[in-house]
Structure formats: C-alpha cells, structure tokens
C-alpha cells in the first residue's frame, strides 16, 4: 500500500512542500510526486497531527487509497447549503418553507422524509442540496471530524430583533471555516422589522451585504409567510455558479455521514451525503470503522432509490452499527477489504484514544510555513469591556511575519460551542476571568484543546507574544 506524497498532502490539507520537507528531517529524501509505504504516511499523519481534523481525515482515507479526480472526470454539482443563526429567527421555519416550497413546485410524489438533508429543484431544474441540522455547533463539529461538507451557509437574522450572540458565534464559525455566505433577513413581516438595521449591525462584523455596496449576498425574507424564498434560492444557485462546484460521478462512490440512528424496525441507519462518485444498491462500504452493503437506499421524498450521486442526500440501509455524523463513507471493492479498511480505522481511533497529540501553543505551527502566518486564538472574557481590550491588544501583536486572527471572541464561560471552533481551527482558547463549564473542559481535553487562563491582561499578551515569536524560531 502506498500513496504519493502529493495525494498524501492533499488528504491532509497540508503543503505537498511541507511533507518533503518533512520527510527530509527524518532522513528520507523523496520528492513530491513519489510513493511512500503506509508506515512512513501514518509517521507524517502523526508529525503533522497537531490538528484533530487532520489526522482523522486523513489517517481514515489512507486505508482507502484512491486517486484524485482529473479535471476532464469533473461534472458540475448541486451547491450543499447550511442555516445559521440565533435561536428562534427562524432558522427551522426557514429549512420547512424551501421544503414545502418544494413539494408546491411540481418535484411530484412522495411524502417529506426527514433523513437529516433535502433537495429542492430550481426552475431550471438545478438542484440545491439543504442540510436539516441547523446551527454552527454541528457545522463546527463536522468540521472538527475533517468533514468540509457545506458550501454555502445562509445566515438567518431575524429582521425584529438583529445581531445577536449566536448570530454572531454563527458569522465567526463561518468566517473560521471559510465558507460564502448568504444572509436571509428573515421575519419581514412583522411590524417591527428593520432590515436597514440588521445590514448596519452586520457592518459591525465586517459583513458587507450588497444592499450596502458589498459582496455578500442578502435576501429579505419570511419564512412564515414564504415571502421571496425564490429570491433565496436565486441567490444560492449565483452564488454556487461562483463557487464551480464540480464532482467526478462515475467513480465508486464517497461521502459523509450526516444523521445516523438506531431504527427499532430497520436496523442502523445512517443519512450519507454523497461527495463524489455514484453510490448504488449492492455496493461494499466501510464508514468510520463499521462496514457493510447496501441493501436499500431511501430518498428524502420517501422513495427508493437505485443510486445516489454527488451532492444527493440518501438513507442508506445494510449497516453493521450506527455510525456517528460526520464519519467518512467510502465504497471498496469487496468484502474482504472492507474489513481490512474497517479493521485499520478502527486501530487508528483506539491509538487516537491514547495519543492525541495536544494542540499547544509550540506546537501548532511547528510545521507549517504558509499557515504560520496566521495565529488564531478564540478569546472569552468576563465582560465586554474586556473582551474588546483584549482583542484590540493581541491585534497589536500582530506582525508582517505573522498575524493573530481573533476567530471568535466573547463574553461568558468557555462552553462546547467555543470548544468546536477552536479545535476545528488549530486555536487555543484563551479564558480571561473565565473558566469551561464541564463538558466544554471534557470536549477539550478529548480533543487537545489548549486552555489558558489569566487575569491580567499584560500577562496575557507576553504570553501569545512569547509564542508568536517561538513560532517564527528556526525551527526547521
Ligand atoms: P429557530 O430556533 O431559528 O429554528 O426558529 P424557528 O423556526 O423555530 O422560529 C421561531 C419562531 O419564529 C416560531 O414561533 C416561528 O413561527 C417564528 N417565525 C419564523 N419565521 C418567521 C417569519 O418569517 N415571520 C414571523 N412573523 N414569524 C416567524
């Protein structure tokens, strides 16, 4: 078993220069376009593995093997969109209203299935692919797992009430993540709508939408009344054109694990979002460390389905276990090497278990040239005031060689939400005269989350400078 040091970096999301580079100091010169063995992978996976993601993601596939998709393979694919927002502006009636809007629209036969994601067709029957969780926790969280499965997210904000926390946790997690957003100023039917003052706050956090001269897509919305949804969904389907999102369908099938349960009839069940190739009844899978064959596939209207391709949500039945969201799915040739895959990752979650490689602040950048610039840190305090003095300070840290980015700053306790962010982003978090409630603390050791705590903000600061300057060290 072997994989080139290019397919190996790209599986890791890391510089193929970077690898070789590391792979000289342990005093194996190849070059980028050469195969190593899957010992040596599994040593780099482990060199780099300073981020959670990383080493998940791409330990999982080396097991795998396969190819990247070349560009003559590539076919367009439909957009995968996720709702954000605070609680209560409307983020479900919203994912319920395209659904319906749907249904009203011709898309014939077939009663709404909730499997965790639906389609809907455009009137140029394109199709937009919506995930049914909504809310930047289980975007992050997926994140985390080195799952990269939403394109684009719609930011609801409620035109009655404006910015608020999670709206702005939500902006912060997607700025993280680096993914286009659109917002949907929702509720615009209620008298105390202001949308004029919800494009002002998103100003505030350097969101420009383009009623104010910027590029960021927004779209006044009702979820109640399905005022403009096709305006919403217009603004998907540019954005998407944008994007070029493109997938290889004729190649054996690979996706994710959106939704997975238990069914008291039916067994294990898990919703899996096909990514590329074409999923089909019969085909031998292995997803996480479970492995099986598809015995039935249901579609989101309820209906059985031969084959799924990229993009298309289907509820796969013929699972072995229930699978966690988030888990990768990968089809193999047969049932002999689906047990070896299933075997291999399943070693590779137990030694995970023991050695998780702690994200600290010597370490993160310890091996990454291009990303060194960059420092991120999530910062809670216990008051505004301190937050912002904060922030403003660790700003000022930043230079050309390398900058701090604030990914999410906040006031309160630590909580899990901060936790997903930070991991998901290689970031400390940095706690002034706050502490993590429980499970935000479990999530953050399990994970090798770093936590720091100060009271005192110089000492703060010393201490991110000390280690913004030990990062640009000669290292190499
Ligand atoms: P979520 O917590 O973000 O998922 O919000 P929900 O979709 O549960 O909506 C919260 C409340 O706002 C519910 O009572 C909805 O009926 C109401 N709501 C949602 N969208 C609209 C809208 O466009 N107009 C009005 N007037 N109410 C809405």
């Known amino acids: 078993e072997a994989i080139t040091v290019q397919e190996l970096a790209k599986r890791m999301g890391e510089r193929g220069a970077d690898l070789v580079k590391s792979l000289f100091k342990l005093g194996m010169p190849v070059t980028i376009t050469e195969a190593i063995d899957q010992d040596t992978a599994e040593l780099l996976v482990e060199e780099f593995g300073h981020r959670i993601n990383r080493v998940s993601e791409s330990d999982v596939e080396i097991g795998v093997g396969g190819e990247q998709d070349s560009p003559e393979t590539l076919r367009p694919r439909p957009p995968v969109v996720t709702i954000m927002g605070h ?17 009203v629209s011709g898309e014939a036969g077939g009663i709404t299935q909730h499997i965790g994601a639906y389609q809907v067709a455009l009137p140029d029957k394109s199709k937009v692919t919506f995930l049914d969780t909504p809310g930047h926790e289980a975007f992050t969280e997926m994140r985390a797992r080195g799952a990269n499965v ?38 615009i039917d209620k008298p105390g709508a202001n949308p004029q003052k919800v494009r002002e706050e998103l100003l505030q956090h350097e969101i420009m939408v383009e009623a104010m001269g910027g590029e960021v897509q927004d779209v006044e919305v009702s979820a109640l009344k399905k005022t403009n ?25 690979e996706g994710t694990v959106v939704e997975a349960k238990l069914d008291k009839g039916r067994g294990p069940l898990a919703t899996v979002l096909v990514q590329r ?3 089909r009844v019969g085909d031998i899978f292995v997803v996480g460390a479970i492995s099986g064959k598809v015995r039935a596939m249901i579609d989101d209207k309820g209906r059985q389905v031969k084959e799924a391709g990229p993009s298309v949500p289907v509820e796969v039945l013929g699972l072995s276990g229930v699978p966690s969201a988030g888990d990768l799915f ?3 040739e047969n049932d002999a090497r689906a047990r070896e895959v299933a075997a291999y990752r399943q070693t590779v979650i137990d030694r995970k278990r023991t050695t998780t490689a702690p994200v600290n602040l010597e370490n993160i950048f310890a091996s990454k040239e291009d990303k060194a610039k960059v420092y991120p840190l999530v910062i809670k305090a216990d008051v505004q005031g301190s937050a912002e003095a904060i922030v403003n300070a660790v700003n000022r840290i930043s230079n050309e060689d390398i900058k701090v980015r604030v990914l999410h700053s906040g006031v309160g306790g630590i909580t899990e939400s901060d936790v997903t962010l930070a ?21 953050a050791e399990r ?19 000390a280690a913004m300057a030990g990062e640009l060290g000669p290292l190499m």
């Open 229 to 253: 949804l096709d305006k919403l969904l217009e603004a998907i389907h540019l954005q998407a054109e944008l994007l070029e999102l493109k997938a290889n369908p004729d190649r054996s099938a």
């Open 277 to 279: 190739g074409t999923l």
């Open 330 to 332: 990968t089809v193999v």
């Open 87 to 103: 609680v209560d502006h409307g983020k479900t009636s919203l994912l319920d209203a395209i659904r319906g809007a749907d249904v």
């Open 150 to 187: 939403t394109d684009i997210v719609i930011l609801v904000v409620a035109a009655d009430d404006g910015l608020k926390p999670q709206t702005i946790e939500a902006i912060n997690h997607t700025k993280a993540a680096g993914v286009p957003m659109i917002v949907a100023i929702n509720k």
């Open 423 to 443: 991991g998901a982003s290689g970031a400390p978090i940095i706690g002034f005269n706050v502490r993590p409630n429980a499970k935000a603390r479990e999530i």
């Open 447 to 465: 994970n090798g989350v770093e936590l720091q705590y100060y009271d005192v903000i110089y000492h703060l600061t010393d201490a991110v400078r």
